[in-house]
């Protein structure tokens, strides 16, 4: 009998991308242009046998590199599409390798470089929204890098041409409309790490999480667990609003749609609310993220070339239900 092939889920995420040119550049940019200039500008680096490498802690005092670079990037035309590679720079301790039969670790052979990670993304720019589609690997560069590399590409260091870059994330339950409908909050589970909690925004950090930096200090858990109940379970009586939970939760939603880059940061969000109908609905952050799902060869290394063969009739689809 033949072995089963083992598999193995990769996710990838769906945001617009938006760049917002210099007000003299108006007349003669928009996103789309402004995207093209980006990998004119890659092409002709990469022409030139150089690349551009940013990095995204250079400011930061003892925070350790995270190096970025294009790999690979190829426009296609006639279909609107761009398909593009993305390296981390693994810098500091280095990888061991274990050996199949062995329980034991053997150091990499010593290389003129450096270790990284790369992360495939595909940019659709045949609508209004200019699509990205990207592929979630928690060890190599994510959305908010391929942001931050963009508007290093178009900022007052290089280009010139853009004064602004944004992501913004697709749901299926949005968070517009959950905005628009909530009525009065239920139930809130939210759990993160105490090494997240660090990196969220600061002002997020202080204005809502306050307190538990301190605990964290003190007790070490391994997770923060906020389960809050507004009403009793199993009643029929008209829950009393509670505006102080309600303004938490739509500044909390309104901080997911603006600054996307904290949205990762949590194990679990999900609130249950009710709407202006009376009726009850729930908001989860990670369920409602819109994403394609693919299944791969576990033991694989899926190309670039691979993956979006895998995903286009999909992507194609989300693109033209917008």
């Keep these: 009998m033949a072995k089963q092939k083992k598999v193995r889920e990769i996710r990838l995420l769906l945001s617009s991308l938006r760049f917002e040119p210099y007000a003299e550049l108006a007349n003669n940019h928009t996103t789309k242009s402004i995207l093209k ?15 551009h490498l940013i990095d995204r802690h250079e400011k930061r005092d003892k925070a350790e590199p995270r190096e970025l670079f294009m790999i690979s990037h190829r426009d296609i035309p006639s279909e609107g599409r761009i398909r593009c590679s993305m390296a981390l720079l693994r810098k500091g301790k280095q990888p061991k390798l274990k050996p199949t039969d062995e329980f034991k670790l053997l150091p990499l ?44 590409v178009v900022g007052p260091s290089n280009l010139k041409i853009a004064k602004s870059t944004s992501m913004s994330a697709f749901f299926n339950n949005t968070i517009d409309e959950t905005l628009h ?48 109940y507004f009403q009793t379970p199993g009643s029929n009586k008209v829950n ?4 102080e939970a309600n303004n938490w939760f739509r500044e909390m939603l309104k901080i997911f749609k603006t600054r996307e880059r904290n949205n990762k940061l949590y194990e679990n969000f999900e609130v249950k609310y009710e709407n202006n109908e009376g009726a009850e609905k729930v908001f989860n952050l990670l369920n409602s993220r819109r994403t394609i799902i693919i299944e791969v060869d576990s033991k694989e290394d899926v190309k670039n070339k691979e993956m979006y063969n895998l995903i286009s009739s999909d992507l194609s689809k989300f693109v033209a239900s917008l």
Excluded: W
């Excluded at 239920?186 to 306050?210: N, T």
């Design 181 to 228: 409908e909530m009525r009065n909050v239920l139930h809130m589970d939210v759990k993160f790490k105490p090494s997240k909690l660090a990196r969220m925004d600061v002002d997020v950090r202080k204005q809502y999480y306050s307190g538990m930096e301190n605990i964290g200090k003190v007790f070490k858990p391994k997770f923060f667990r906020i389960e809050t």
């Design 240 to 243: 009393k609003t509670n505006n």
């Design 109 to 152: 052979s010593s290389i003129d470089g450096d270790i990284a990670e790369d992360t495939h993304f595909f940019i659709d720019y045949n609508s209004s929204k200019c699509v990205i589609c990207a592929e979630y690997n928690d060890k190599g560069p994510r959305l908010s890098d391929l942001e931050y590399y963009f508007r290093s």
């Design 37 to 51: 200039e980006i990998f004119s500008y890659l092409r002709t680096q990469k022409k030139n046998g150089k690349g």
